[in-house]
């Protein structure tokens, strides 16, 4: 079964960093991009960016560009979304997606990681 | 940016109804225009791809239609598990944008 499979909710402070992660399983690792979808609470859906495992190749959503890195290590078949300084607006669900293709629907989808960002 | 608009952002409908959700672009995209269903509670699915391909495991009650800057999902006869919120999404020229969705209730 194709899945991508995300890790648990975290619950944060102003100013601390965070990596979640998605780890892709039953296909090709480094042959489809992984992307990541924000979902503010009550909201509809935002793209932040995208990394084919297989070069590293790299894009952003000029909205999230220096805020985030995403990122990946296909030896383990994992997709990282990391910040380094959380602020509260981070607040979501953070859904990681695979996309056969740059113009390609987004056609697998993990379950999501709630991250809460409160002093 | 391109900007996609959804009507109507809601809309009430009962079982067995035909419905129709409609998606602007602000600029023309080509036919990449995909449709997701979330459920609430639950991560977005894709329905249709490219305007008018049904993703696997789709129900063929689903489909869409259009081209340039106009697009159309219509589900017909909806069933209890089609109350959902529907996104209509452009990926023809990043940053790939979604509509602002439309919510099907009972």
């Known amino acids: 079964e194709v899945q991508l499979v995300q890790s648990g909710a975290e619950v944060k402070k102003p100013g601390e960093s965070l990596r979640i992660s998605c780890e892709g399983s039953g296909y090709e690792f480094t042959h489809f991009w992984i992307g990541w979808v924000r979902q503010m609470p009550g909201k509809g859906l935002e793209w932040m960016g995208i990394?084919?495992?297989?070069?590293?190749?790299?894009r952003y959503s000029p909205s999230f560009q220096g805020q985030v890195t995403v990122s990946a290590d296909k030896s383990i078949k994992t997709a990282y979304l990391q910040w380094n300084s959380l602020k509260a607006s981070d607040t979501a669900m953070y859904y990681c997606v695979r996309q056969p293709g740059p113009r390609d629907g987004f056609d697998v989808w993990g379950q999501g990681t709630l991250v809460t960002v409160s002093s | 940016d391109i900007q996609m608009t959804q009507s109507p952002s809601s809309l009430s409908a009962s079982v067995g109804d035909r419905v129709t959700i409609t998606c602007r672009a602000s600029q023309s995209i080509n036919r990449y225009l995909n449709w997701y269903q979330q459920r609430p509670g639950k991560a977005p699915k894709l329905l249709i791809y490219t305007t008018s391909s049904l993703q696997s495991g789709v129900p063929s009650r689903f489909s869409g239609s259009g081209s340039g800057t106009y697009f159309t999902l219509t589900i017909t006869s909806l069933q209890p598990e089609d109350f959902a919120t529907y996104y209509c999404q452009q990926t023809y020229t990043s940053p790939w944008t979604f509509g602002q969705g439309t919510k099907v209730e009972i």
């Open positions: 990394i084919y495992p297989g070069d590293s190749d790299t």
